[in-house]
């Protein structure tokens, strides 16, 4: 299994500003994964962060908006930039084990007013 | 593209009744399915998966089998618990990349 640690785990911020997410992983994996899951809504991918080159975005996010690092195998973070209360979410980091169960995170419930 | 829909929720129950959460997927070749759960306050967790046509995937008393021929892959249990409140996702992985396309989960309720 892995373990998988985020931080913050919640926040409040103002409009126009960003906030940083991190997550750390207890092994190191290939690939991880952040989600999106909108108030009542469903978990939708946003990105695949991958170590040593750049993020693949899903349609509808784009790299201005969520810039994502991946330092290393343990590792990453995702940025929300220029906050709107539309990214009012809760943002989940996931990364794949063996037998392709995926672990998340216990998620950054993000408030934006 | 690939999709996920299930019944939506909140589905409320008295303990020890019969669950069925009902689960259909649209997905190119030969995807493998998941079932999620979410406690309160908790991340979410690998309920229970099947990787192939008419595997049953099977954990602390729920089960779900992979049907091809409906595309479905519906959660049931025999007897909920007050404790089996949370929310539940279905979901799928196809074609690599190890991607998951989640339904939108259904929300349960069991009550004494």
């Known amino acids: 299994s892995a373990v998988i640690s985020q931080k913050p785990s919640r926040d409040i911020c103002q409009r126009g500003t960003s906030l940083t997410i991190q997550c750390q992983v207890d092994s190191q994996v290939t690939m991880m994964f952040w989600y999106r899951q909108q108030p009542g809504q469903s978990l939708t991918l946003i990105a695949t962060a991958n170590q040593g080159s750049e993020a693949t975005y899903e349609s509808g996010f784009v790299i201005d908006k969520f810039p994502i690092s991946r330092p290393n195998l343990t590792f990453s973070t995702l940025t929300v930039s220029n906050m709107s209360p539309e990214d009012s979410s809760i943002y989940l980091c996931s990364v794949i084990g063996v037998n392709t169960e995926a672990f998340f995170g216990q998620g950054t419930r993000l408030t934006v007013v | 593209g690939n999709s996920v829909t299930q019944m939506e929720g909140p589905v409320t129950l008295s303990e020890e009744a019969f669950l069925t959460i009902n689960c259909t997927y649209t997905a190119t070749g030969y995807p493998s399915l998941f079932w999620y759960v979410q406690y309160p306050g908790e991340g979410l967790q690998l309920l229970l998966k099947?990787?192939?046509?008419?595997d049953k995937g099977s954990n602390k008393g729920f089960e779900a089998t992979y049907r091809k021929e409906t595309t479905s892959f519906h959660l049931e249990k025999g007897s909920v618990q007050v404790s089996d409140s949370a929310v539940y996702f279905c979901a799928l992985s196809s074609g690599g990349g190890n991607k998951l396309t989640f339904g939108t989960g259904t929300q349960l309720k069991v009550e004494l």
């Open positions: 099947a990787t192939k046509a008419d």
